[in-house]
């Protein structure tokens, strides 16, 4: 995302810039690989509180952990290779043992 945006939530949102929206995002960490070859693992997500209700089903629904990380202000934490990532305990637990 463009700068001062440190992820694509917050840019998108401040974008559009429609009040009557909800935002959030999962999927952010997770490879191609992983959805082909259906090797269920958990998926950070974060947003608003309308927004991850709706995304945490349709992760569920596609067989994934939806693993919550907060509000949309939390959405830079999962930007990949963003300068402030961070790995919720519990997907550092999936990458050490595999469940």
Do not use: N
Not at 35 to 59: F, H, K, M, N, W
Not at 63 to 91: M, N, T, W, Y
């Amino acid at each position: 995302p463009p700068p001062p945006h440190d992820s694509a939530l917050t840019f998108h949102a401040e974008y559009l810039g429609d009040p009557s929206t909800s935002w959030a995002c999962a999927y952010k960490s997770i490879m191609w690989t992983s959805i082909e070859q259906y090797r269920l693992q958990p998926t950070e997500i974060c947003g608003d509180q309308r927004a991850t209700a709706v995304l945490s089903q349709l992760v569920r629904a596609h067989g994934f952990e939806p693993v919550d990380c907060g509000s949309r202000d939390r959405a830079p934490l999962l930007e990949p290779r963003g300068p402030r990532r961070q790995k919720h305990p519990r997907i550092a637990q999936y990458d050490q043992t595999g469940k």
